[in-house]
Structures are given as C-alpha cells and as structure tokens.
C-alpha cells in the first residue's frame, strides 16, 4: 500500500481510487506515442576545456539528424543552445540527451522541461537511463520521478514549518536581524536632540539609511521636537 502523501500525487499523474490506470483522460497518453518526426539530441559539458566529441557520437548513433550543445554549468539559467534546441523542436519530435544530468538542473527544473516537451506533443528520451517517453514503460518511469520529486518537495516544506514553530516555542528570533539596536535608537534619540545634528550625519554616523532611521525613530516624522521627552527618558534609563 502507498504512503498517504504519495496517493494524491500517484492518483495526479493517472491512476484512479481503484489503483488502476485511467482511460482517456491519463497523462500518460499525452506524450506522442508514436512519434512521426525527427529525432533532436542535446549534449552539454561544465566547462570550455571538456570535450563532447563523446556525447555527440553517441546521439547521432542514436539517430539525432540535430545536434545542439552548450559548454556551461548546469546551474547555469543562460544556455542557449538549450532554448534554440527547444524552440527548434516541434510536434512529433523527439528530444535525445545522453543522460539526465545533462538537460536539467535538478529533478524540479529536468521535470520543468519534459513537462513542457509533452504539451508540446514533443518525445524525450536519455540513452543513459534508457528513459523513453514515446514508451509507456518510459512514461510510466517519468510521472513515477515527477510523484516523487513533488512528495520530496512537501517534505522538505512540511519540516521547514515544523522547524520554525520550534524554534519560535523556544523563543528564538525568526528571519533578518534588526537593522538597528535598542542601544544604538536611544542613541539616535539622543543626537537628533541637538539641532546641530543632520539627520544625514546620525544615519552614517550609525551606519544606516535615513529610511531605516525613520523607521525605528517613528516618532521622528512628527518634528524632532517630539523627540526630546523620550531622548531625556532614555537617558534617564541608561544611568
């Protein structure tokens, strides 16, 4: 039996109360199942020194008339060789890489592009993996990694949440740190007292932002007037 977080994603990507496959209207009949077009391969390495005399080899072996790389890391958003390939590719197609690692990012950002190839009507395959979306074994294969990807990724939120309702139980200060210190808006307080004090001159002096002064000295904005009473309390309080 399934873990109860996994069913509502195994039941999204096509199976139905019953555990079994859903006709028609299941996602795994949308990828082409018999795919009429070319066959595209992509390849990329990390860096301009690496080679992908390898990669190629084995996609135009492979049958890719196409072949598009990109010599940049995989964290890397700006690979254009990737965008021409997919904007290249059209319907029936189908999109060859030599392995998963070399399309995606992480799982999020590789299930990102094979979600989009398959609205597309557009094929992938990994010759590494033997991964074939055209396939139903392939499909299958896929939406079981997307359930997966999707149920790690609640996880991780679920324990995040968890993790700040402890650490606000303990009393702990959750996010940025104030700007500015109890200590240092008394001493704000103190130097706008004095007329001969810009208000320029105390934020620099403090290393903030006039904006972040008015900020933590709210009551600044009705005239530095206002302020003496409080500057006098606070010094009151410091002896």
């Not at 002064?213 to 409080?230: C, H, M, Q």
């Amino acid at each position: 039996m399934f873990n109860n977080k996994l069913r509502p994603f195994l039941y999204g990507v096509g199976m139905t109360a019953t555990g079994e496959w859903a006709d028609a209207d299941s996602p795994m009949e949308t990828f082409p199942a018999t795919p009429s077009g070319a066959r595209v391969g992509y390849g990329r390495v990390s860096t301009k020194e690496q080679l992908l005399d390898r990669q190629i080899a084995a996609l135009e072996t492979a049958g890719c008339s196409r072949v598009f790389t990109d010599k940049k890391s995989g964290k890397n958003a700006e690979r254009e060789e990737l965008w021409k390939c997919l904007d290249y590719l059209r319907a029936g197609d189908t999109l060859v890489v030599p392995s998963l690692d070399r399309l995606g990012r992480s799982i999020q950002d590789l299930i990102s592009i094979v979600a989009g190839l398959r609205k597309r009507g557009i094929g992938f395959q990994s010759l590494h993996e033997s991964l074939d979306t055209t396939t139903p074994g392939g499909r299958l294969v896929f939406h079981v990694f997307a359930a997966l990807a999707e149920f790690i990724r609640e996880l991780i939120v679920q324990g995040t949440h968890e993790g700040l309702a402890a650490a606000r139980a303990r009393g702990e200060r959750i996010g940025r740190p104030p700007a500015m210190t109890e200590k240092q808006i008394r001493h704000a307080r103190g130097l706008l007292t004095d007329p001969e004090n810009t208000i320029t001159s105390i934020a620099k002096l403090l290393g903030v932002s006039r904006t972040t002064l008015y900020k933590y000295v709210p009551e600044l904005t009705a005239g530095r007037d206002s302020l003496v009473p409080s500057a006098r309390a606070d010094l009151s309080a410091s002896r």
